[in-house]
T-cell receptor
Framework: AQTVTQSQPEMSVQEAETVTLSCTYD???????LFWYKQPPSRQMILVIR??????QNATENRFSVNFQKAAKSFSLKISDSQLGDAAMYFC????????????FGTGTSLTVIP | KAGVTQTPRYLIKTRGQQVTLSCSPI?????VSWYQQTPGQGLQFLFE???????NKGNFPGRFSGRQFSNSRSEMNVSTLELGDSALYLC?????????????FGPGTRLTVL
């Protein structure tokens, strides 16, 4: 089974600064998708950004961008100009292109934004 | 469109009892997945249903079961509850089962087993 590792249980960042959350994964597959989800204290998970493994270009969504290193099996999330509303648990997730909607999640990184 | 809804939001049960959780996906979504979320383990995949058929199943004991109805609503059942079953149970729905499609999550059901 695929495994997803988030080695930073907690991170903090000053408001308006930049922070990078790390994620590595283990797979023998070549075709897959990677996601970052955000879970604010209200518990509703929402998608932040996604990346198709066959695309070399890193995905970007406004202040959120990823650094996807396929050979290293690394998928980090960069949050620029951090805002108080970015405070949440962030989960990295892997989904195979072969097995439908079975997502593998990391254990999460709790991000604190300091005013 | 309304989001994914889960009922009940909170449950308290005792060991040995059974429980049924319900999930209504976003209208038009035929794929429903269930996850167990605990502080130490993160989100663990339970199972996925698509058009009333179980497509994938995670590594959970047979006490955990689910089903999906023709209107795509899904239920999961846990029998003979154990203390370790205390968790947040999340349901997620998707329109498709291929591509980089997004899963939309519900607010979860918080199950406490005493």
């Amino acid at each position: 089974a695929q495994t997803v590792t988030q080695s930073q249980p907690e991170m903090s960042v000053q408001e308006a600064e930049t922070v990078t959350l790390s994620c590595t994964y283990d797979t023998s597959e070549s075709d897959y998708y990677l996601f970052w989800y955000k879970q604010p204290p209200s518990r509703q998970m929402i998608l932040v950004i996604r990346q198709e493994a066959y695309k070399q270009q890193n995905a970007t969504e406004n202040r959120f961008s990823v650094n996807f290193q396929k050979a290293a099996k690394s998928f980090s999330l960069k949050i620029s100009d951090s805002q108080l509303g970015d405070a949440a648990m962030y989960f990295c997730a892997y989904r195979s292109a072969l097995t439908g909607n079975q997502f593998y999640f990391g254990t999460g990184t709790s991000l604190t934004v300091i005013p | 469109k309304a989001g994914v809804t889960q009922t009940p939001r909170y449950l308290i049960k005792t060991r040995g009892q059974q429980v049924t959780l319900s999930c209504s996906p976003i209208s038009g979504h035929r794929s429903v997945s269930w996850y167990q979320q605990t502080p130490g383990q993160g989100l663990q995949f339970l199972f996925e249903y698509f058009s009333e058929t179980q497509r994938n199943k995670g590594n959970f004991p047979g006490r955990f079961s689910g089903r999906q109805f023709s209107n795509s609503r899904s239920e999961m059942n846990v029998s003979t509850l154990e203390l370790g079953d205390s968790a947040l149970y999340l349901c997620a729905s998707s329109e498709f089962v291929a591509g980089a499609n997004e899963q939309f999550f519900g607010p979860g059901t918080r199950l406490t087993v005493l």
